[in-house]
């Protein structure tokens, strides 16, 4: 028996099997319970994530109706300003404070504006619909707020204007449905307690084309606007602008034998495209000068291209634009018109800027491509790797035809000439790593011009450096580096031909940002005839020139805010972003037309004088005709206004040129060319422009305040003395 008790328990075949089932039925429910879990996570996901969508849509119907709300109630406060400028000392005088006049008389037009007109005590439903939609009325069904519980309360002691019991509810194609409650108030905004005066009035001159000095001692005391023509210094004239604000859509200019002083103190803001010298002089005393204290922000160049003129800067200098956009769709472009630099191509120049405590230059000089002249031969802008420089570091740029290739249409070396360019240059470079920085396809670019004696197309060939926009600028930028290195005293001894012994005067402290290299000679050591080469090295990444970087937001803030600038005389404005920074066409959108109703003027004119000129506002004091306001239609006549000595202030427009003969103490607008005799004086007055400007709106019969546009005292945060920042917003909100 006990045998056969043996012999059993040694017969354990299949339990390793059964263990192994067992294992895997254990596994397989996991996995299972897994599996389910997963799946049941994944569509709770899908869940959350199409209940999402669906609240964001609802959230979006919201918006609508609170953005057309506010674009309404925005109408409101612009028409009502309006009128109580108009009416300005009908309403000081009530017994109600002005800003609580101007309160009560809003809430009362969003009352007639909104309420149903069947219903008393209920807003109109329907209005609201049509912000949400014009036309489509499955969208607009998707407010469902019961006309009889469309309440409205208006509470003029809180000043406020409520609509109650706002319901949204959508429901999409799979199913899911949210409904949002809600009320929206409007506040109404606040009167400060005199009317703040608009941007221009604060302006000495307003000119649509140039402001011109032609002749000497003239002096402008007060803010300066230019258009396309600049503001310009020529024929023995010798102008000073003592300005908070100095704009330009043009370039400031300077001419041999004459000089332009601007900006009032350091905290002057000093906006132009170009900041120019031009014209050759034989002395340094005749030479063409141009003096700046203050932040000046240049869209382009800096470029000294009379012989012997100088250029002194004191403050800050911010050549700002190395690209024409700034919106992160677009990439770099590097084009000499959309790249800020300083250049010196007029002989014994002088450019000091050892008075300034930030200087920024952005982009790069180029070789420019002048005029197209050429059908079948278009020049392209030829990169430097410099940010400020003189003429003469084009040479270092410079391959003779000798060394080019003919069967490759002179676009590459051979490979004696390319020995031969090493070697003439005194290059430490090998042949490999001066390979490296250029095209691999064509080495060099061409540069097409007439020779004025044979009157044949003629061609000089440059290093053409390899990559594009920003990888090339930084190729370049290589090359010059090592370039000066191999060849500093002949790249000096050539600038001195250009720029004078005390030229490009710089304080290193003071340089905050390089697009490229900068030549200079240190302030500290002016006497010693050492002129330097500073690589942009200056302990920023590459990264703070790209996208979102600290120098890349610099740039484009400064390239917007001079846009807006130029459109409309304050730093924000619709049409100035980042993606559209520029304003190609300088004679568009003109200021004039924004400021003044040009076809009101001409009317007003023509119906009061044959002469083109009306008085429309004069007084006598003290022997002198003062608080004149002027307006005169000519913008068809060669011959400017003449602004004679005896009007000794108030407004002058005019839809063309004024020349002014003497004093003047007030604003000048003109839809051309301010001009000026010798010793001729212009003190902004905003007090008297805007006392002349309220006795008109109060008077009845008005005399001329017509004629400027109500825009003019709208901005971004600030509706002439009005605030009206964040005033709509939710109450009481609720979601299923």
């Known amino acids: 028996m006990m045998k056969k008790i043996r012999l059993f328990s040694k017969q354990d075949k299949g339990s390793v099997l059964i263990a192994v089932l067992i294992i895997l039925t254990f596994a397989s429910v996991i996995a299972l319970i897994v599996t389910k879990i997963t799946i049941t996570n994944i569509e709770m996901k899908e869940v959350e994530s199409s209940s999402k969508r669906n609240f964001y849509g609802t959230e979006d119907v919201l918006n609508k109706i609170k953005a057309g709300i506010s674009s309404d109630s925005a109408e409101h406060i612009k028409k009502l300003y309006s009128d109580m400028l108009g009416n300005y000392e009908k309403y000081k005088s009530s017994e109600e404070s002005l800003s609580k006049c101007f309160q009560n008389k809003y809430l009362d037009e969003l009352e007639a504006d909104y309420k149903n007109i069947d219903i008393a005590g209920k807003y109109d439903v329907d209005k609201l619909k049509k912000y949400i939609s014009e036309s489509d009325t499955a969208e607009q069904d998707y407010l469902i707020t019961d006309e009889n519980a469309a309440d409205y309360i208006v509470d003029k002691n809180e000043g406020t204007f409520t609509f109650k019991n706002i319901s949204i509810k959508c429901k999409d194609a799979a199913g899911y449905e949210t409904a949002i409650r809600t009320d929206i108030t409007i506040e109404a905004p606040q009167m400060k307690n005199s009317f703040a005066p608009a941007e221009f009035m604060k302006y000495a001159l307003i000119a649509d084309n140039a402001v011109t000095f032609n002749a000497s001692g003239e002096k402008i005391n007060g803010n300066v606007y230019a258009g396309a023509g600049g503001i310009l210094s020529e024929l023995g004239g010798s102008g000073t602008v003592s300005a908070d604000t100095v704009i330009t859509r043009g370039d400031i200019v300077a001419n041999a034998g004459t000089s332009l002083t601007i900006g009032a103190s350091a905290s002057s803001s000093i906006w132009a495209e170009n900041i120019k010298t031009t014209g050759d002089s034989e002395s340094k005393e005749n030479g063409a000068k141009v003096n700046i ?129 090493i070697k ?114 200056i302990d920023l990444s590459a990264s703070e020139w790209k996208n979102n970087g600290t120098f890349f937001n610099i740039s484009s803030k400064l390239a917007v805010r001079y846009k807006a600038l130029q459109l409309g005389l304050t730093t924000t404005h619709d049409g100035a972003k980042a993606a559209d920074a520029r304003l190609d066409d300088k004679t568009k959108n003109p200021m004039f037309d924004y400021l003044i109703n040009r076809a009101a003027l001409k009317n007003l004119v023509n119906e009061n004088t044959a002469s083109g000129s009306y008085i429309a506002n004069e007084q006598y004091m003290n022997g002198a005709k003062d608080n004149v306001v002027i307006l005169v239609d000519n913008e068809n006549s060669n011959t400017p206004y003449e602004l004679k000595n005896e009007y000794r202030g108030g407004i002058v427009i005019a839809t063309g040129d004024v020349r002014v003969d003497g004093g003047f103490d007030g604003i000048i607008i003109s839809g051309g060319t301010i001009s000026f005799a010798g010793g001729a004086v212009v003190n902004a007055d905003e007090s008297k422009v805007v006392d002349l400007i309220k006795e008109d709106l109060s008077r009845a019969d008005k005399k001329f305040s017509g004629i400027i546009n109500d825009s003019v005292y709208m901005n971004s945060n600030e509706i002439g003395a009005i605030e009206n920042k964040d005033y709509i917003y939710y109450d009481n909100w609720t979601k299923n």
């Open 293 to 421: 204290t203050g932040n000046s922000y240049v869209s382009d160049d800096l470029s000294l291209n009379g012989k012997n003129s100088t250029v002194t800067l004191s403050g800050r200098y911010y050549g700002y634009n190395f690209q024409k956009n700034y919106d992160a769709a677009k990439p770099e472009t590097f084009d000499a018109k959309y790249s800020s630099a300083v250049m010196i191509n007029g002989q014994k120049s002088r450019l000091d800027m050892k008075g300034l405590t930030d200087l920024m230059i952005s982009g790069r000089t180029f070789i420019s491509r002048g005029t197209d002249l050429f059908a079948d031969k278009q020049n392209e802008d030829i990169l430097m790797g410099d940010s400020l420089s003189v003429r003469t570091n084009q040479l270092a740029y410079y391959v003779s035809k000798n060394y080019l290739d003919a069967s490759a249409e002179y676009l590459k070396f051979t490979d004696k000439g390319l020995k031969s360019y």
């Open 424 to 537: 003439e240059n005194n290059l430490s470079v090998s042949e490999e790593k001066l390979k490296s920085l250029l095209d691999s396809t064509n080495q060099v670019t061409p540069y097409y011009y007439i020779d004025d004696i044979s009157s044949e197309t003629m061609a000089n060939y440059y290093l053409n450096f390899d990559g594009t926009d920003a990888a090339k600028a930084d190729k370049a930028k290589e090359f010059f580096k090592l370039y000066y290195k191999d060849n500093k005293s002949n790249v000096n001894k050539k600038a001195e031909s250009y720029a004078d012994n005390n030229a490009i005067i710089v304080d290193e402290d003071c340089i905050l940002s390089l697009g490229g290299n900068i030549l200079y000679k240190d302030a500290e050591n002016i006497d010693g005839n050492e002129l330097k080469q500073k690589n942009i090295n």
